[in-house]
Structures are given as C-alpha cells and as structure tokens.
C-alpha cells in the first residue's frame, strides 16, 4: 500500500505564495516516485483544508473540508465526518511558523513523522543571530555585526555608529525571516537608519552585517542526518539587472533577476573547502533532512570565505535552487523526496524507542 504524505503548505509568512508554488511541485513529484500526496492547505486565516491535489497542480481556488488535529489518535477529522491518518507529514511553509520550529513542534505534539529538521534545529537556523554564533563557535569564518533590538530601537544611534565603523557596505536583515524579506544593502551612513527600521517591519530584532562588496554568493545543499550527511556540488548566484544582490524580488519576482551558475567556477580546493564546511554547519546546528546552506567568497581572494545562513526549508520550485543543486550532483527530485520521507520515518521510528519513563 502506497505510504500517504501530508504536504502540508501556505501559512502566514511573507512568502505564502513561494510555498504554494513549493507544494505543487512537492505533491507532483512525491506522487511520481510512488507516494499517495495529501494536500493540507493552510491559508493565512489559519484553519487548515485538505485541498484537491488536482486543483492545487492547476492553480485552481483551494477548497476543501477544514482539518482539526486530534492529538490522542495521531490524525486530522474533517468537517463533515471521517478522518485522515498520513503516514508522514512533508512541511513546506517557509518562513515563520513553518519553518522556525513552530510547525515542527505541532507535529511532534500529533506524534506525525515529518521531513526535514527538527524543532530546535529550526529554530536556530531561522535566528541568524544564535546559528552564527553556534557555527563560529565551531570554528566557521563568520562576518562581525550589530545586533539591534526592540528595546534598544528608541536609542539606536549608539549602535548604529558601532556599525558604521564596520565599513560599508552594509546588510541589514531582520534577524528570524527568510527569503531575503526585509533585507536591505545599505552603503552610506544616511541610508542606515531607515533600512533598519523597515527590517523592523518584518522582526523584533535586526542584524546589520558588515558586507563584502561585490561578494560572490555560493550556495550549497545538504541531505542527511545527525547520523551523517553529504554536501551537493558548489552553485553560484550572480545577481543581474537592478539587482546587486539575491533578494527577494530577484528571487522570485523577476525572471531575470539572476543567473544560476552549476556548478560554481570554483577552484577545486575551494569547492571542496565548502562542502565540508556545509556540513560541519549542519551537523553543528543539529540539522536533518535537508538544508541549503549560503556562503560569501571574498572575489579577490576565494579563500577568504563566511558563512552566510542556514535555509532548513529551501524552495523547492520547478526553479528553486535546492533541487537543482542535487540534480546537478546526480540525484533527481523524486530520489530526493523519497530519501527524506524515508529518513523522516526512521527518525520517529527511533524516537518512539526511547523511553518516557524515569527508570
């Protein structure tokens, strides 16, 4: 019997739309390599539907009976009568509350198998402030910044000098979105200020980063567990047009808004270099599953390289970076998907062995 997954999609986030976009390749590639796919649609209202697999591939209204969680039976009951028990869950809403452990936490709760990472590693890799930290701790280059927080915003100047004296340019970014929401090249001092408020739009708290300019931006996917994990090759992203870096419109908005280069025309040592250190990250921030991981090399010296983030939800549209960074290395989406149902399976199946009691 065909395993079923909940691909659960939407939420309240910034970036509803990307994961809509998300889910219907998710669903579409899930059902190629076998599985049955149970399209759980949250809207940004909340109240959850299970939504016809037909009409999300089509781009049809979502309609559906809502969904309520019924923590003692593992499953969801549906308005109208019945029931529906997955087998596993595939969590695809980027951003908050899909991916900083919030979701990840509910579905722990249902005693649901889900893929990718776990609630603390997602929490951590969402704060870019705590997994610099972490990771720098285990000795990956990082690049110094300037926290700004609610309480110190009415009184900031002090701490925007400090980050004026890192030298420009600068970056500023609320410390817990994604998909480059909210983030914002600054390379005057006048510009300062009012970058940091609009990222206060979007967080209670703002990072301002000292930048490299002109930094090329490589990214690199993981796939694995706590147990070990492998690094897809090297992609580079070239911003074009308007864009001087890969924010969210070139992202998503602009079809022309970057070019992909795969692999990256990276020294072989350096390429190297950073797929070791993709998984020295993942494995210090207690990743599973998959991540996507960013890092800045400096283009007059490719050895001087920083981590940038963790994305423990990357995209995965028909021209999301994530999946094709492993096609490039040699495994197709469907293999992709079925490793990380398989492996969220087993990881529930070992957490149901641990004991709850004292003795």
């Not at 936490?105 to 969402?126: H, I």
């Not at 070990?228 to 070139?250: I, L, M, R, T």
Request: charged share 20%; net charge positive; aromatic share 8%.
């Amino acid at each position: 019997m065909k395993k079923k997954i909940a691909v659960i999609f939407g939420g309240k986030s910034p970036e509803h739309e990307v994961s809509i976009e998300s889910a219907k390749t998710v669903c579409a590639r899930l059902r190629a390599a076998g599985f049955a796919v149970l399209p759980f649609y949250a809207p940004r209202e909340g109240a959850w539907r299970l939504v016809g697999l037909a009409d999300l591939l089509a781009g049809r209204p979502l309609k559906g009976p809502a969904l309520e969680p019924s923590l003692g039976a593992g499953c969801f009951l549906k308005a109208g009568g019945g029931r529906v028990k997955p087998d596993a869950a595939f969590p695809i809403i980027h951003g908050s509350t899909g991916e900083d452990g919030v979701l990840q936490g509910f579905l722990e709760l249902l005693g649901l198998p889900y893929t990718g990472c776990g609630v603390t590693a997602s929490a951590v890799g969402m704060n870019k402030i705590i997994s610099k930290e972490l990771v720098a701790l285990d000795g990956v280059p990082v690049l110094p910044h300037v926290v700004v927080r609610a309480h110190q915003k009415a009184a900031m100047g002090p701490l925007l000098a400090r980050a004026a004296r890192l030298g420009f340019p600068l970056f500023v970014k609320p410390v817990a979105q994604g998909s480059s929401v909210g983030v914002a090249k600054v390379k005057t001092a006048a510009a300062l200020r009012p970058a940091v408020l609009n990222a206060f739009r979007f967080d209670s708290a703002v990072m301002i980063e000292k930048g490299v300019d002109r930094a090329r931006e490589i990214v690199v996917g993981v796939l694995g567990s706590p147990e070990g994990a492998a690094a897809s090759v090297c992609g580079q992203v070239v911003p074009q047009g308007k864009h001087e870096f890969f924010d969210y419109e070139a992202k998503y908005l602009d079809d022309n808004g970057m070019r992909f280069l795969l692999p990256a025309p990276l020294p072989a040592a350096v390429a190297a270099r950073l797929r070791a250190l993709a998984v020295r990250i993942f494995m210090a921030l207690g990743g599973s599953g998959l991540a996507r991981i960013d890092f800045f090399v400096d283009p007059k010296d490719s050895k001087r390289v920083y981590f940038c983030e963790i994305n423990t939800l990357p995209g995965f549209t028909s021209h999301s970076l994530y999946p094709r960074l492993w096609e490039r290395t040699g495994l197709k989406p469907e293999r992709v998907l079925k490793r990380l149902v398989d492996m969220a399976l087993r990881s529930a199946a070992a957490r149901r062995r641990l004991t709850t009691a004292r003795k």
